[in-house]
Antibody, heavy 118, light 108 residues
């Protein structure tokens, strides 16, 4: 079955860190750019960032709102995508989705909730 | 950054009626425009990509049109399962990928 499964969400204090994971299955993970997209409670969708494939030297790009605080990485040997989130702010509270990047997003994970609160 | 806007914010429609949703880009995105449907508590579902190509399994009552800066999603005859929030997304100029704020289609 083609799917993405996120994990690692939870409650963290402002200024804290959290690492999200996304396990891919059912497709050739290493052939695809992979993105993180988030959705704050009751709000719309916001692109967080992207990692390219090995042929493109695994380069990454980030939204301005998270640049310098968040890091996206991948392990093709484990078919896994990661989002390291540091210096978290209350406004980072959201459901975080990993998504396969075909330009548009056909395949999404179920999402993992990150709550930043004291 | 390309800014996406959607109108109206809320659209009240009776079942069986036609719904027309608009999406505008702050600069041309060619035909690199996608539409998503999201129901409460669910993951977004891709409906349309390339401005007018239906994704696999999407009913024919959904159609997309437009290019450049003006796009439309039409639902020809609303079914009960179509009441949801709809987002447009451009993937022509990035980073960043940008989404519209959404149009909520609710029952009139």
């Amino acid at each position: 079955e083609v799917q993405l499964v996120e994990s690692g969400g939870g409650l963290v204090q402002p200024g804290g860190s959290l690492r999200l994971s996304c396990a891919a299955s059912g497709f050739t993970f290493s052939d695809h750019y992979m993105d993180w997209v988030r959705q704050a409670p009751g709000k719309g969708l916001e692109w967080v960032g992207r990692t390219r494939i090995k042929a493109d030297t695994y380069t990454t790009e980030y939204a301005a709102s998270v640049k310098g605080r968040f890091t996206i990485s991948r392990d093709d040997s484990k078919n896994s995508l990661y989002l390291q989130m540091n210096t978290l702010k209350t406004e980072d509270t959201a459901v975080y989705y990993c998504a396969r990047d075909d330009g548009y997003y056909v395949l999404w994970g179920q999402g993992t909730l990150v709550t930043v609160s004291s | 950054e390309i800014v996406m806007t959607q109108s109206p914010a809320t659209l009240s429609v009776s079942p069986g009626e036609r719904a027309t949703l608009s999406c505008r880009a702050s600069q041309s995105v060619s035909s690199n425009l996608a539409w998503y449907q999201q129901k409460p508590g669910q993951t977004p579902r891709l409906l349309i990509y390339g401005a007018s190509t239906r994704a696999t399994g999407v009913p024919a009552r959904f159609s997309g049109s437009g290019s450049g800066t003006e796009f439309t999603l039409t639902i020809s005859s609303l079914q009960s399962e179509d009441f949801a929030v709809y987002y447009c997304q451009q993937y022509n100029n990035w980073p960043p990928i940008t989404f519209g704020p959404g149009t909520k289609v609710d029952i009139k």
